[in-house]
């Protein structure tokens, strides 16, 4: 048995029945330190959860409550645990923490037999780039409100059809055959996976293998499409695109301005929207439509306004936010405004003239 004089805690240790487990002098770091990580735990290439700052975890000693209890990963990715001090664990999965920790606690216990177990996991933060309405990084929990064209409520583990609707939705270039998903693997160095997800599979078939669900540190990219995507106009009512757009409508209609519309609404239905074009004046062979880029250029196109042609990329095709409809003049409307023009100020001079001959009669 040993002596008491090792160290108050051994002598506890021993007072409370734990002879099976034997204290080892040890300083802390060189417990934490005692095997690298790498050489100890095996390398998984599989989808697993890994340990990172702000989960919750409950460490269980069985037999030792006094040493059990709930402990944190702090931002530094270290646990603070009892007789070890900082330990770090983030960027293992819980099986290999649970071996990490049995094999450290043996230079200080004789037969550690430990569980630990995630109890309050942290919001995941998930990047999305490419052909979504506004990119960038996203912390996403199990409750979460949809920005696309369905307002529906998300709940559950997050999912890619979850980040996207949080991202505002997908771009009508967005190509949703071949969406790219890395993901980060356990262990260190860094390194990583990469997917790709066919996302039509999912909107036209159904096919949920489509839809894996997202782990923290993911990143989704969303390519352009090389053509124009015959789907859009389907694309337009599922529920990963937007909710609204706005888009402006000028020129020769009833009520030009800035107009809310659903999402991928077609040219011919925008102008529609805006009170249809004036009956003599507006040119239905000379509608443009304006297109603000990403990349800060512009873009101009004409069209033919046919109020019997459905949707199509070529003829009608779907609108994006922030773009510009204009409805230009007809021949006849520019021949009336040149005569106006003209006319006006002579009609001004001829009522001056008339308003002089009368004064002078008088």
Do not use: H
């Amino acid at each position: 048995m040993l002596g008491c004089s090792a160290s108050l805690l051994a002598c506890s240790l021993l007072a409370t029945g734990l002879a099976a487990s034997s204290v080892v002098v040890l300083p802390r770091a060189a417990v934490a330190q005692a095997v690298p990580i790498a050489q100890a735990i095996p390398v998984s290439q599989e989808d697993a959860y890994l340990l990172g700052p702000g989960d919750g975890l409950q460490l269980r000693f069985f037999g030792a409550t006094e040493l059990s209890g709930p402990v944190e990963v702090l931002s530094d990715g270290n646990v603070s645990l009892p007789l070890l001090g900082p330990v770090r664990l983030t960027g293992l999965t819980l099986p290999q923490a649970n071996q990490w920790l049995e094999l450290i606690y043996k230079k200080q216990l004789l037969r550690p037999e430990l569980q630990l177990s995630l109890v309050r996991p942290r919001p995941l933060r998930v990047a999305l780039v490419g052909e979504v309405e506004r990119p960038g990084l996203y912390t996403l929990t199990s409750a979460e409100q949809s920005q696309t064209e369905a307002k529906v409520s998300i709940s559950g583990l997050p999912t890619l059809v979850d980040a996207i609707q949080k991202a505002g939705g997908i771009t009508p270039l967005a190509n949703l055959r071949e969406v790219t998903l890395q993901r980060r693997l356990p262990g260190e160095p860094l390194r990583y996976k990469r997917t790709s997800v066919d996302l039509l599979a999912l909107v036209q078939q159904g096919d949920q293998l489509q839809n894996p669900i997202l782990f923290d540190g993911d990143t989704i990219r969303i390519d352009q499409a090389s053509e124009p995507v015959a789907e859009a106009i389907e694309l337009a009512s599922t529920t990963l695109s937007p909710d609204t757009i706005s888009v402006n409508v000028i020129g020769e209609v009833l009520r030009p301005g800035t107009l809310p519309l659903p999402a991928n609404t077609p040219l011919v239905q925008a102008v529609l929207a805006a009170g249809g074009p004036q009956t003599w004046r507006a040119s239905k062979g000379n509608v443009e439509l304006v297109r603000i880029n990403r990349n800060g250029t512009a873009t101009r196109q004409r069209f033919q306004l046919n109020l019997s042609q459905g949707a199509s990329n070529t003829k009608n095709p779907p609108l994006r936010d922030g773009d510009t409809v204009l409805v230009n003049r007809s021949g006849m409307a520019v021949a009336s405004d040149a005569i106006g023009a003209v006319s006006t100020p002579l009609t001004g001079l001829v009522n001056i003239l008339a308003l002089v001959d009368l004064i002078n009669k008088d």
